[in-house]
């Protein structure tokens, strides 16, 4: 299952980078999607990187956020800049060779993370 690190408490503005490690699979052969949900909306996708590396972003974080992928260290990074206090959410990954790697469906993967908390202050 996909364990996030990183997160935490960050004024608006500022750059966050949030990690996924997937030790129990082929990390080469997954599509690695980040999530997040802020209290009482409902959730939302970010991005989701592709086993050949390519991305897709939300319309909400493109330009600001970067996700890549580490296969060697079987680590999904996401770099946040230009955070605004509407990103502050939950943050969770998810992991699984879905029939389309997006950030569209989350309801094409099985494997999640516990999550990791983004808080953005003005």
């Known amino acids: 299952y996909p364990v996030e690190s990183g997160g935490g408490s960050v004024q608006a503005g500022g750059t966050m980078i949030v990690g996924c490690k997937v030790d129990d699979w082929d990390f080469r052969s997954v599509c690695l999607a980040w999530f997040r949900q802020a209290p009482g909306k409902a959730r939302e996708g970010v991005a989701a990187?592709?086993?050949?590396?390519?991305?897709k972003y939300a319309d909400s974080v493109k330009d600001r956020f970067t996700l890549s992928r580490d296969n060697g260290g079987k680590t999904a990074y996401l770099q946040m800049n230009s955070l605004k206090s509407e990103d502050t959410a939950m943050y969770y990954c998810?992991?699984?060779?879905?029939?389309?790697?997006?950030?569209?469906?989350?309801?094409?993967?099985?494997?999640w993370g516990r999550g990791t908390q983004v808080s953005v202050s003005q």
């Open positions: 998810a992991a699984d060779r879905p029939f389309s790697c997006t950030y569209r469906d989350a309801g094409q993967y099985y494997y």
């Open positions: 990187i592709d086993t050949d590396g390519s991305v």
